[in-house]
T-cell receptor, first 108, second 112 residues
Framework: DAKTTQPPSMDCAEGRAANLPCNHSTISGNEYVYWYRQIHSQGPQYIIH???NNETNEMASLIITEDRKSSTLILPHATLRDTAVYYCIGDNFNKFYFGSGTKLNVKP | KAGVTQTPRYLIKTRGQQVTLSCSPISGHRSVSWYQQTPGQGLQFLFE???????NKGNFPGRFSGRQFSNSRSEMNVSTLELGDSALYLC???????????FGQGTRLTVV
């Protein structure tokens, strides 16, 4: 299982892009990079995932480096409701290893 | 489409009792994973079931068990409850073809 390293907290101004970094240097070739967020101890909410290529959906963009050792989650226009703990996971989809995540604070 | 349904949402049990939690995955998803979340240990993988078979298991004692039925619904059971079992128990519904996993809202178990 890949372990990931994320900064414990980040601040972002409302309306600006939030760029959340993640290191997953031990990820293996068949393991995906997943991003989830969790608000107030609700169930983790799926954001996006990818294997090698950059991905974009209605919520966010995922940029994965060519060597797959790190990635960045981009929330293009952060709102107050994006305040949450964001988890980056480098793993197979059926048994995630969750780290401590990044607490993103979006400020007015 | 309907999401992942976990029941009950909240539960209070006494030490030594046992408890059964239920998870109904998204229609068409055949794999279910269970996780425990505590303030001290964070989110930890318990086990995963696919087509009624346990495929993966985390590092938890044998008091924690689970099963999956033919309709993909899953249950987990904790026997001889301890105070430390107080946690949020989360179930993930997995689309193995799309490699996507979606979590339910969890069951908050309090052991007194």
């Amino acid at each position: 299982d890949a372990k990931t390293t994320q900064p414990p907290s980040m601040d972002c101004a409302e309306g600006r892009a939030a760029n959340l970094p993640c290191n997953h240097s031990t990820i293996s070739g068949n393991e995906y990079v997943y991003w989830y967020r969790q608000i107030h101890s609700q169930g983790p909410q799926y954001i996006i995932h990818g294997l090698k290529n950059n991905e974009t959906n209605e919520m966010a963009s995922l940029i994965i480096t060519e060597d797959r050792k790190s990635s960045t989650l981009i929330l293009p226009h952060a709102t107050l409701r994006d305040t949450a703990v964001y988890y980056c996971i480098g793993d197979n989809f059926n048994k995630f290893y969750f780290g401590s995540g990044t607490k993103l604070n979006v400020k007015p | 489409k309907a999401g992942v349904t976990q029941t009950p949402r909240y539960l209070i049990k006494t030490r030594g009792q046992q408890v059964t939690l239920s998870c109904s995955p998204i229609s068409g998803h055949r794999s279910v994973s269970w996780y425990q979340q505590t303030p001290g240990q964070g989110l930890q993988f318990l086990f995963e079931y696919f087509s009624e078979t346990q495929r993966n298991k985390g590092n938890f004692p044998g008091r924690f068990s689970g099963r999956q039925f033919s309709n993909s619904r899953s249950e987990m059971n904790v026997s001889t409850l301890e105070l430390g079992d107080s946690a949020l128990y989360l179930c993930a519904s997995i689309d193995v073809e799309l490699t996507e996993a979606f979590f339910g809202q969890g069951t908050r178990l309090t052991v007194v």
